[in-house]
C-alpha cells in the first residue's frame, strides 16, 4: 500500500492534552462506548502526568489538526531478565478513516518507538468475532491462542 500522506502519526505528549481528549472521543466512538472514555475524563493533571511518564504511550493520527485514530500502549519493565515490553492496550480507527493504513502507521510508529526504547516484543489482544482486528494482527505479528481471565479486585 502506498504510504497516505493525508495523515500523520504522533506520539502525544504532556503539551497535547486536548488532542488526548480527542483521542478519547475516537476511541469512545469507535468502541462504540462514550461513556467510558468521556463520561468521567480524569483531570488536566491527571493526564500531564500520564503523558509526561515513561510507562504509557499515546499515539494519535492526525488529518490536520483533527484525530483519526489512535493507540494507547504501556510499557511493561519485566522481572526474570532486564527487559520490557508494549502492550497495546487500545487502538481504534474512526470509521470512515478505516482501510486506509491509519492503523498500520500507528503500529509501525510503536515499533519505533519499541526499539528506540530496547522492547523485546509488542503484544495485544483481539476479541472473537472482532475479524479487522484480527486480519490486521495477523498480518503484522504471530498469533498466539490464549484465554483471558478478568479477577475482581474484592
Known sequence: MPENTR????Q????????FRQLLATFGRAFEDTDTYEGAQP??????????GNQFIALAAL?????????AAYE????????SELYIYDLAVDEANRRQGVATALIEHLKKIAVNRGVYVIFVQADLG??????LYTKLGIRH??????????
Open 130 to 135: 472482532d475479524d479487522s482486528a484480527i486480519s
Open 76 to 83: 511493561l519493565k519485566k522481572f526474570e531478565q532486564e527487559r
Open 43 to 52: 483531570r488536566r493533571a491527571y493526564l500531564k502526568g500520564l503523558l509526561s
Open 7 to 10: 495523515f500523520e502519526t504522533r
Open 63 to 71: 488529518d490536520g489538526d483533527r484525530v483519526i485514530g489512535g493507540l
Open 145 to 154: 491462542d490464549v484465554l483471558h481471565f478478568d479477577i475482581a479486585p474484592s
Open 12 to 19: 502525544l505528549s504532556a503539551d497535547d492534552i486536548d488532542l
